[in-house]
């Protein structure tokens, strides 16, 4: 019974929202490596969604590019939303390891990704008036991951349905402070480094003299 | 060896004439012309006027000036400076040769000299001439002679409050007569006197801006008692500054205010309303866009005076940053030109602007005298390309807008208007292109609804033929593999 291959299990989880994911916990199953693709791919739909939308939706101030803002919207948020989970579930008693996490996480995303990335497609086939058909697969994605994410979550640690949604919000509250002390931390180190650079300004007038 | 000497002689000479060429070019303005792009962003472009000519009261041969403060072309071309230091009205022609300088009024045979006047207008219909005579309190009616008809004082109405002083600044008259004036102490809006000097009341008030503050107030102002909301200050629009009439009717306002950014140009109809309204004017700037990238100072304009050209183009004159602002009249900025300085064509306190045919007068207070721009030939190219273009004539615009382009590839709508035209002659795939370069969203989704339209229709054979054959080899292949007999399908999903 369930003898999928790793493939087979991508597809079964997703269009098993209820019990998908709980088979993949009783098999034991997924992969590390399909979720970092999953992820790569969350990077590029975040890419697409802003430089490969069809022109006549969204043209965005092509005059700078900065990949920052994309890099943190993927992978830095991911990456802060497993870390934070894990840390939590760890005052909840939740069973989920911190791989686990990241696997079951990654593969909720997949609707929302697909969703977005059929959207980005249709947009260089539909005029603005037909925007609704667009907007219809990304809402729909949306939701979908929305479902997938807490069926993940409830799976992933054996909780209850409250306690999955009572997990979900503080781990939203979790990020938002680790992201708050990542941006203190990021500007101390900013200030020391100019403390240090002003130091080495400093001596190499001195020692010019 | 001579070949290599003749190369490079003529590689130097032809380098030369390149550098003479865009030295002559650039050092033609003493500023340096630029538009915004669609992001906002400024840009440089084509100068559409050039500063040609200044001309002071020694010029003209009438003595000095001090401190003009406004400007008037009549009907008949005469030009009317008001001298506000001299209290005297020079008239002169187009050329600014003097005709006679108006000085001695006179009321009912006595003298009634001017104090100080601000403000000129000329009524096309009865050749009488409106002065407001700031510091008498009054605006005169006289004939060319200087014989005062009729005076409009302070209005005897307890709508005007007793507090107000009443120093008219700016003048004008409709075609019915009536009398508009704009009196820098009064926030309702220009006063208003019929022909026979009663007073009707107040015109065109601008709105207050919407700010967090306004909103604060007014929520205040629900849960308060009266005598709360008496002691609470009140909400007061900014009065406009000063106005011009168009022939049709519709008088154009602006206010020179560097805090808000509602009501700064107005055009209004006999009731008073604002009809940019219909046209967008939420989405209408007027003046430069901060941050001005060509600006010293990072301030906001502050438009002081408006004029109305022959094709209903906008002169908005920015006093903040000696700038000159044309836009056509469906409020598309045409050029900018002007700067602040001692140069030709800049200023050092900008107060009026007039024009006529190609012309634009600009009246300096400090520098005592008159700046004369002429259109340039890029200026008229453009001036006749938009000119057709909101006639809806967007073929007949194509050649124009082209050759706008040669002067200047910045030109954004240019690219707008070669793309309609093209819109219009069914070109949909080069329209898309045009409208791409030019950022124009709605526009592209239109050409491309088009170009869609026509490539399914040549190709609707094939895309059928495609569709079908799909669709038959997806039945018979799900025939096949129920019937068995196609066993390597069978461990897919």
Redesign the interface.
């Known amino acids: 019974m369930l003898d999928l291959t790793q493939g ?1 299990f991508v ?1 079964h989880v997703i269009t098993h929202p209820f019990e998908g994911f709980e088979d993949l916990r009783w098999k034991k199953s997924g992969s590390m490596k399909i979720a970092i693709v999953i992820v790569c791919l969350l990077f590029f739909q975040q890419v697409a969604f802003s430089r490969l939308y069809g ?5 965005d ?1 092509d ?1 700078i590019f900065n990949i920052v803002p994309y890099i943190f919207r993927s992978f830095v948020l991911f990456g802060v939303w497993v870390v934070a989970n894990w840390a939590m579930c760890t005052l909840f008693d939740g069973e989920g390891s911190m791989k686990n996490i990241f696997i079951y996480s990654a593969y909720a995303l997949i609707p929302y990704i697909s969703g977005y990335l059929i959207g980005t497609v249709l947009s260089h ?1 539909l ?3 037909e925007y609704i058909f667009i907007q219809a697969f990304e809402i729909i994605g949306l939701c979908w991951s929305f479902v997938l994410a807490i069926s993940a979550m409830k799976a992933v640690h054996q909780f209850s349905f409250g306690k999955t949604i009572a997990l979900i919000l503080l781990t939203l509250v979790a990020m938002v402070a680790m992201l708050f002390l990542l941006v203190l931390l990021l500007t101390l180190f900013q200030q020391v480094l100019i403390f240090v650079f002003s130091i080495y300004t400093e001596l190499s007038y001195r020692l010019r003299v | 060896m001579t070949g290599l000497k003749k190369l490079i002689s003529l590689a130097s000479a032809a380098a030369l004439a390149l550098s003479m060429c865009t030295v002559s070019v650039s050092a033609s303005e003493a500023y340096d012309p630029y538009n915004y792009d669609r992001w906002g962003d400024a840009i440089s472009s084509q100068a559409g006027y050039t500063a040609d000519g200044f001309v002071d009261g020694n010029t003209i041969g009438c003595g000095t000036m001090n401190e003009p403060a406004d400007i008037f072309v009549s009907h008949d071309d005469l030009v009317y400076i008001v001298d506000k230091g001299n209290n005297r009205i020079i008239v002169t022609d187009l050329e600014f040769n003097l005709v006679k300088v108006m000085e001695d009024f006179k009321l009912n045979g006595e003298s009634s000299p001017l104090k100080k006047p601000t403000g000129i207008f000329v009524d096309r219909f009865t050749d009488l001439i409106y002065i407001a005579d700031n510091e008498n309190g009054r605006v005169i009616k006289c004939d060319t002679d200087g014989n005062i008809l009729k005076e409009f004082g302070r209005p005897e109405s307890e709508l005007y409050d007793a507090e107000l002083t009443y120093n008219p600044n700016k003048v004008l008259v409709d075609k019915a007569g009536n009398v508009y004036i704009v009196v820098r102490s009064v926030t309702k809006g220009a006063v208003m006197y019929n022909s026979d000097g009663k007073f009707l009341g107040f015109y065109g008030a601008n709105r207050v801006e919407q700010t967090a503050e306004v909103l604060a107030n007014a929520f205040w102002n629900l849960i308060s008692t009266d005598e709360q909301r008496e002691r609470t200050a009140k909400n007061t629009p900014i009065g406009f500054t000063n106005f011009d009439i168009d022939e049709l009717g519709f008088i154009y306002t602006v206010t020179e205010s560097t805090e808000t950014t509602t009501d700064l140009v107005k055009k209004l109809n006999p009731r008073g309303d604002n009809i940019l309204d219909s046209l967008g004017a939420a989405d209408m700037t007027f003046g430069d866009i901060p941050p001005a990238y060509y600006s010293i100072y990072a301030k906001n304009s502050s438009l002081t005076d408006i004029d109305l050209g022959p094709n209903g183009e906008l002169n908005i004159l920015d006093f903040q940053h000696g700038r000159i602002f044309q836009y056509d009249k469906e409020c598309w900025l045409l050029f900018i030109m002007g700067g602040t300085g001692e140069q030709l064509g800049t200023f050092r306190s900008a107060t009026a602007i007039e024009s006529h045919d190609d012309k634009l007068y600009v009246v300096d207070s400090r520098k005592n005298g008159v700046t004369i721009f002429t259109r340039t030939t890029f200026g008229e190219i453009v001036t006749e390309a938009a000119n057709l273009y909101n006639d809806g004539k967007y073929e007949e615009s194509l050649e124009p807008w082209k050759s706008v382009l040669k002067y200047d590839g910045n030109y954004r709508r240019a690219y707008i208007g070669i793309g309609n035209a093209l819109f219009n002659r069914f070109e949909y795939k080069e329209a898309m292109e045009y409208f791409e370069i030019s950022i124009s969203r709605g526009r592209y989704s239109r050409a491309f609804e088009g170009y869609r339209d026509e490539w399914l229709k040549e190709n609707f054979t094939a895309i059928m033929i495609t569709i079908i054959v799909v669709v038959v080899a997806f039945l018979v292949l799900g025939h096949l593999k129920k019937k068995g007999k196609l066993k390597f399908l069978k461990g897919g999903a």
């Open positions: 087979q597809k022109f006549q939706y969204y043209s101030y005059k086939f005029i603005e008036d």
